[in-house]
């Protein structure tokens, strides 16, 4: 008797059945942990490999030029991430991109290298002010170290290319060194947070819901 008591309690408790909703959701998940290790993976792997030699000869000397007051000083820095180009082995016909479509000027090492002389010459301009204003104007020293400062206070914003010039720099030398895997990696971390959103979508639509209907026509289906 107690037997079959068990054994219709058994059989009258509600069964758990997946929803599609619930079972994109799990899908999704496990496809965002795979991609996202992936892509920290391959992050990691170029930035304690290639990664140092490029921060090391054009990163670094870009970020203490966009940080300096002193516009001598930051066109030498930027003249030695110029020479770390070519200590990388990149040449003005290289390109930071895998597309044959996209290997245009603008995608060149070519511009790159005519963006980067362009702002030495910027640089140049605000020495060569300076140096008139020293030797001609009636300007007091403080104002015009007031005025040359407000010059380079433009031009760090206004010139302020050490993540893109970066990016185009370490995009051509991975793909020129066999870094392939890395280039892709934005278009990996690009795939990852799509599976991210579609993981909160199922997430909120399958415990959430929009109305009981709703829910019902969701479970019909299964």
């Known amino acids: 008797?107690?037997?079959?008591?068990?054994?219709?309690?058994?059989?009258?408790k509600p069964q758990y059945k997946l929803t599609i909703l619930g079972k994109a959701m799990i899908i999704f998940s496990v496809l965002f942990i795979l991609t996202a290790t992936l892509s920290v993976g391959i992050g990691y792997n170029y930035s304690f490999t290639a990664g140092v030699k490029t921060r090391n000869v054009f990163k670094d000397p870009l970020m203490l030029a966009e940080t300096t007051w002193s516009a001598d000083t930051a066109i030498e820095y930027v003249q030695i991430a110029i020479d770390g180009i070519e200590t990388l082995g990149l040449e003005p016909t290289d390109y930071h991109t895998y597309f044959p479509w996209g290997k245009t000027f603008a995608n060149s090492i070519e511009n790159t290298y005519a963006e980067m002389y362009s702002s030495i010459e910027v640089l140049e301009d605000i020495v060569k002010w300076k140096e008139k204003q020293y030797g001609t104007t009636q300007m007091t020293g403080e104002i015009i170290a007031d005025l040359y400062h407000e010059k380079m206070d433009n031009y760090h914003d206004h010139v302020n290319t050490v993540t893109y010039w970066t990016s185009d720099i370490e995009g051509a030398y991975a793909l020129k060194n066999g870094y392939i895997a890395y280039y892709f990696n934005g278009y990996i971390a690009l795939a990852n947070l799509f599976l991210l959103v579609g993981v909160i979508t199922c997430f909120m639509i399958h415990n959430i819901g929009y109305d009981e209907p709703f829910r019902e026509r969701v479970r019909q289906l299964n």
């Open 1 to 12: 008797m107690n037997e079959e008591k068990t054994l219709n309690e058994k059989s009258n």
